[in-house]
């Protein structure tokens, strides 16, 4: 029975993917999970996988604080190390992150074969230090493939759930009505700058006959501020794979999870990239989906800024009948984001790692 061990941390475009992987692999592998103390995979990851924490950090700083982090680095692969041993790990997956960096290096000093998958279009730090150490390391996104020191990698597209492989049902929570459904996302921590900008859209956008289902994230203190029946605020939702798939348009942050439900969903975006991402590669995530035509870009900006106004009026006011001479550019952009998705990337990377045990 192949024993592997999957490291994944954080947030949901680390955990997502490697979880889909993990689900399409052959009955009889045996799934090990290691993680960090406090973060999201110790309420995501099922308890099947056995999830094992190790504390792990990035080396940001300078001085005693680097100091302190290199060695916490050092002693989380020291202890990735001993449990591969002890669980006698035949291969090692990982979605990067932090958390990627203790499981490579602890994979090398066991001579166990590594699957990196990095899913943004600019790869992160650790995928550009370690991917040469790597057996395999696959991207979700063409324009990551050439940017990864010392390795060829593989374009195999970034796994989603089963749930948006599949037709799903419209939620029956979300407002009822004709009118066009509008879902604003901003990732699994939520997005206040997001969330700042289509509020003072919202009564214009409501009053012309939107439905509007916007998941603001858990610290969001203006939730609730505009009460009507044609909007519903949610923290977040379980429903997202049928919310996709049945919103005329989406408002979202573009990290390479969100991008990849965009596309399997087919919903045509307007792509909000975090500003302080790193690399500012949600900026080049947004530009792979804008360059098929599949979505808009709209940086983050001040509320009264009239950006994303525009925007919206533009893709939405044929659908609304507010300009009728023009074309409805929504069922073209819906046929784009097509043409970025790719609906067997678990089972590429399940592949991958079948091939490298015996």
Request: hydrophobic letters at 45%; glycine letters at 10%; proline letters at 8%.
């Amino acid at each position: 029975m192949p024993r592997l061990l999957i490291a994944a941390s954080g947030t949901g475009g680390h955990l997502f993917p490697a979880l889909s992987v993990a689900e399409a692999l052959p009955s009889a592998w045996n799934v090990r999970w290691l993680g960090v103390p406090d973060r999201l995979e110790t309420t995501l990851v099922p308890e099947q996988y056995g999830l094992v924490t190790v504390k792990a950090g990035g080396l940001q700083g300078r001085g005693l604080r680097k100091l302190i982090q290199l060695l916490r680095l050092l002693a989380a692969s020291r202890d990735v190390r001993r449990l591969i041993r002890r669980e006698r790990i035949d291969a090692v997956f990982t979605t990067g992150g932090y958390i990627a960096a203790p499981a490579i290096l602890g994979a090398r000093w066991c001579g166990v074969p590594v699957v990196l998958h990095e899913s943004n279009a600019i790869p992160g730090r650790v995928t550009r230090l370690l991917g040469r150490y790597c057996k395999r390391v696959a991207v979700g996104l063409d324009g990551a493939a050439n940017r990864i020191p010392g390795c060829k990698a593989v374009v195999t597209g970034t796994p989603v759930r089963d749930a948006f492989l599949n037709p799903q049902p419209l939620p029956d929570w979300i407002p009822k009505g004709e009118g066009p459904l509008l879902v604003v996302m901003g990732g699994s921590q939520g997005a206040l700058g997001l969330n700042r900008m289509v509020r003072v859209l919202l009564p214009e956008l409501l009053s012309q006959g939107c439905r509007v289902v916007h998941l603001t994230g858990s610290n969001d203190p203006d939730v609730n501020s505009i009460e009507h029946n044609s909007l519903v605020e949610r923290p977040f939702s379980d429903d997202i794979p049928g919310l996709l798939q049945h919103a005329e348009l989406a408002i979202s942050r573009a990290g390479a999870g969100s991008l990849s439900e965009l596309a399997v969903s087919s919903t045509p975006s307007v792509l909000v990239p975090f500003p302080q991402a790193a690399d500012q590669h949600q900026d080049a995530n947004a530009a792979c989906a804008a360059a098929l035509g599949a979505a808009v870009i709209v940086h983050q900006h001040s509320p009264n800024h009239p950006a994303l106004r525009d925007t919206l009026w533009r893709l939405l006011g044929p659908r609304l009948g507010r300009n009728e001479a023009a074309v409805n550019p929504l069922p073209a952009m819906q046929q784009a984001m097509q043409q970025l998705a790719v609906r067997d990337a678990d089972r590429q990377l399940a592949a991958l790692l079948d091939a490298l045990v015996p």
